[in-house]
């Protein structure tokens, strides 16, 4: 499995910006589809933007879809997430995770990062 560490995570306060990373080791990346889970306090983990292997493809959550944009590169086996407007309801630990099968449940991804802290004040 790949192994994958996140960063960039912080306090910003609400119309804010931030922007996570989430590199990985160990592994072939590019073999690798990655997405962002996101797990509010009391809450189920949730989907929230998932990237192809080869960055061509994108899909997110209604809930993030026109604030946040999933990007990579695999020369630098990174992959980003750009959290523009962000609101006090992102509030969250975010978490990558990689998959080496098409899909977008948490089942799907046999790779997580450790997660990083995501607060968005009022």
């Known amino acids: 499995q790949v192994q994958l560490v996140e960063s960039g995570g912080g306090l910003v306060q609400a119309g804010g910006s931030l922007r996570l990373s989430c590199a990985a080791s160990g592994r072939t990346f590019s073999n690798y589809a990655v997405g962002w889970f996101r797990q509010a306090p009391g809450k189920e983990r949730e989907f929230v933007a998932h990237i192809s292997r080869s960055g061509g493809t994108t899909y997110y959550a209604g809930s993030v879809k026109g604030r946040f944009t999933i990007s990579r590169d695999n020369a630098k086996n990174t992959v980003y997430l750009q959290m523009n407007s962000l609101k006090p309801e992102d509030t969250a630990v975010y978490y990558c995770?990689?998959?080496?099968?098409?899909?977008?449940?948490?089942?799907?991804?046999?790779?997580w990062g450790q997660g990083t802290q995501v607060t968005v004040s009022s």
């Open positions: 995770a990689g998959s080496e099968i098409v899909g977008f449940s948490k089942a799907d991804f046999g790779s």
